[in-house]
């Protein structure tokens, strides 16, 4: 079954840039989505189909994707960023897959 | 606005069955699919299955396969996910979430909390 392998975790400091990988086999030739959760609530779709962002999202949230991984890159890091993110993607256009999930703290 | 009110908390002795509902609002629901996602405390995403509402297909994850059965009620805007023989290892909260456009989980339910004790 199709894999997606994450960083357990990532830190930042205020202001600055953070970037969370997401490895998988061919991951380029699949769209890669993007989650935010903070502790206690439901997920947060922050990036889709590689790098568009839903409404709402701010623009400090960009993603890229290509070979065998997927990005998700944070400018101007703030404090309300800190949070567990995970990538996902379809398998065979049927199966949904999660990656492990990254905790970012913002230091 | 599109919302996904799922059942309260539930509490089930081992070896019992539950059934957690989402109940779509603010949008045609037989026009996208709903998704079932597990959480167990401190851990990962875990993605189970998901149903086009509105034929009522059905495709699960390996690991849930013969497990969880997914269900809707085009009737009542409402899908349900049903958990059978219960352990422990099972506590989670249970997410519903509904597609977009563009294949991702753009809705979320709020969870709900199943705890298998005895």
């Known amino acids: 079954s199709y894999e997606l392998s994450q960083p357990p975790s990532a830190s930042v400091s205020p202001g600055q840039t953070a970037s969370i990988t997401c490895s998988g086999d061919?991951?380029?030739?699949?769209?890669a989505c993007w989650y935010q959760q903070k502790p206690g609530q439901s997920p947060v779709l922050v990036i889709y189909?590689?790098?568009k962002r839903p409404s709402g999202i701010p623009e400090r949230f960009s993603g890229s994707n290509s070979g065998n991984t997927a990005t998700l890159t944070i400018s101007g890091t703030q404090a309300m960023d800190e949070a567990d993110y995970y990538c996902?993607?379809?398998?065979?256009?049927?199966?949904?897959?999660f990656g492990g999930g990254t905790k970012l703290t913002v230091l | 606005q599109v919302q996904l009110v799922q059942s309260g908390a539930e509490v089930k002795k081992p070896g019992a069955s539950v059934k957690v509902s989402c109940k779509a609002s603010?949008?045609?629901?037989?026009?996208?699919?709903i998704h079932w996602v597990r959480q167990a405390p401190g851990q990962r995403l875990e993605w189970m299955g998901w149903?086009?509402?509105?034929?009522?297909?059905?495709k699960y994850s390996q690991k849930f396969q013969g497990r969880v059965t997914i269900t809707r009620d085009t009737s009542a805007n409402t899908a349900y996910m049903e958990l059978s023989s219960l352990t422990s290892e099972v506590t989670a909260v249970y997410y519903c979430?509904?597609?977009?456009?563009?294949?991702?989980?753009?809705?979320w339910g709020q969870g709900t909390l199943v705890t298998v004790s005895s």
């Open positions: 979430a509904r597609e977009g456009s563009g294949r991702q989980l753009l809705y």
């Open positions: 603010g949008y045609t629901f037989t026009s996208y699919p």
């Open positions: 149903i086009n509402a509105g034929n009522g297909n059905t």
């Open positions: 061919k991951l380029g030739d699949k769209y």
């Open positions: 189909q590689d790098n």
């Open positions: 996902q993607a379809w398998d065979s256009s049927t199966v949904v897959v």
